[in-house]
């Protein structure tokens, strides 16, 4: 008995109509990378697993799909070892290789390796598949594209705002309006550690926090105390959870708040400033958001981090994100080049943009012109007709065979195809074809060197 087909849960197949919206908002990010002077580079799918692991913190660890050795793996594997059920002993012993995570520790390593030909600063952008072992939900996957956009060897503040106006430029152009861009600096986040006398426990500290629109505010406290964090620590940093106001309003808080961690109080300069400029250039439909609970729990990010959430009204997660390393690079022995970085969202944008019906229609059509097939000599000059056409542009197709006419309009019915071309005996004899309008059923003879202009009324209904 035949095998029933199935897919890994957390992957999709894609329709030719749903490649057809994601190649949509792939050109538009793409565009836009081009148009801010980013240039395009490519890792491979798996990297080392020493390159990934312990870059993304414990939980980040946890979500890599690891790659068995090839070959009688477990033959190299000592019997202790093996008996021990030790998966942090055995896992290095059996997988040398992991699935990438992210794009932005590969092109980390990307830059370390090509150092000697890259021109600093470097602007480069990335769009490919990742991987992670995370539980499928609406919105989340386990393999997905990341839409990745970053600058390395320069620590303008400047680079932050080109990433803003970026953001606002690739979403305005989607019809995706109403975006809001969040904004916080993870050295925020590192004083208010250090003024709650939870420094040692940074780490522990902003990936609950990452949590509070997930969770809630109590069950992120619950998550802090059971990590260590004192309930009196937890109880200092309550200004966190009630800070309400203007931008302008939120870091005056945050001054007095920080005011006696020399780190915070950098972080505090470093958001007005981008935030300054941000005001002074101006965005297009999206705004800028100072959201001082917003913590991103990667642990590379140093300074300024972002996400972006949809308009209000769609339930989404974020469908954007990213922010300032100072050092990644040092990871692998390149010190102190200074990078900052975002991400688009992919999947979670296409599901919105299907939500709100942002998506064109002229999507939909994946073929201008179908040439109906009626025999082997009208077929063979019908092609010629479509070669022509295929060289002015226009995607143009013959049916493959001279099946009923009924079929043949039905198949080009379903495809959304909006011109149809009759070639047959008749009107090879007289030297002409005839091109039927689908969508208004009208009908108009052209000689067969007339093709051109054919092409030209197609074109106009574009």
Known sequence: MAQKPSIPKGTRDFSPAEVAKR????????????TFGFMPIETPSFENSDTLMGKYGEEGDRLIFKILNS?????????VTYSSKNSA???PKISEKAL?????????????MHQNEIDFPFKRYQIQPVWRADRPQKGRFREFYQCDADVVGANSLLQEAEFVQLYDAVFTDLGLKGTT??????????????????????????????????????????EMMEKGISENAIAKAQPLFEMTGSASEQLEQLKTLLANSEVGMLGVTELEEIISTVGMIGLQSAQLQ????LARGLNYYTGAIFEVAAPEGVSMGSIGGGGRYDDLTGIFGLKDVSGVGISFGLDRIYLVLEELGLFPD??????????????????LAALKLVSSLRKLGLRADLYPMDAKMQKQFKYADKRGVPY??????????EGNFVAKNMKTGDQKAYGLDAFAQFAEAVKSDF
């Open 290 to 293: 100072l959201d001082v609970t």
């Open 420 to 429: 149809v071309v009759l070639l047959g005996e008749q009107e090879l004899a």
């Open 181 to 222: 861009i969040k904004i916080n600096n993870r050295k925020i986040l590192s004083g208010i550690a250090e003024v709650i006398g939870a420094k040692h426990l940074l780490v522990d500290f902003t990936v609950a926090l990452d949590k509070l629109d997930k969770i809630g505010e109590e069950k992120v406290k619950a």
């Open 89 to 91: 002993s055995l896992t």
């Open 100 to 112: 990438r995570y992210d794009l932005t520790v590969p092109f980390a390593r990307y830059v370390v």
């Open 362 to 379: 002229s999507l939909d059509t994946s073929l201008d012109v179908l040439c109906l097939n009626f025999g082997k000599q009208e077929g």
């Open 71 to 79: 070959g009688d793996f477990i033959s190299k594997v000592d019997d």
């Open 23 to 34: 190649n949509y908002i792939i050109q538009n990010i793409k565009k836009h990378f081009e």
